[in-house]
């Protein structure tokens, strides 16, 4: 069975930086690509990066574009999500996608057959 476990969320205030980590387990995850979504209540999950098997490739949403960067250590099947210059509008439940199968990144949380429970982010104005 796999599983994601996501960690490294909390309050901070406006301009700040979290790291968000992704541990994953269950099987070989060689391959694969995966990312972060977030989402708060009563909307849409909502794309925010993803990354390649080999990290070479990443792709972001356009609202966290040159704040976040997304990484992976694949050796210890864990992504990371760096978020720096935090703004009140980035508040939400942030959670860890895995495809599940080959394919390219994206965007589309269809994509993604694996999820984790999820990490509260709160940003203060």
């Known amino acids: 069975q796999v599983q994601l476990v996501e960690s490294g969320g909390g309050l901070v205030q406006a301009g700040g930086s979290l790291r968000l980590s992704c541990a994953a387990s269950?099987?070989?995850?060689?391959?694969?690509?995966m990312g972060w979504f977030r989402q708060t209540p009563g909307e849409e999950r909502e794309f925010v990066a993803a990354i390649s098997w080999s990290g070479g490739s990443t792709y972001y949403a356009d609202s966290v574009k040159g704040r976040f960067t997304i990484s992976r250590d694949s050796a210890k099947n864990t992504v990371f999500l760096q978020m720096n210059s935090l703004k009140p509008e980035d508040t939400a439940v942030y959670y860890c996608?895995?495809?599940?199968?080959?394919?390219?990144?994206?965007?589309?949380?269809?994509?993604?057959?694996?999820w984790g429970q999820g990490t509260q982010v709160t940003v203060s104005s």
């Open positions: 996608a895995d495809r599940g199968s080959y394919g390219s990144l994206s965007a589309i949380a269809t994509n993604y057959r694996y």
């Open positions: 269950g099987r070989t995850f060689i391959g694969y690509a």
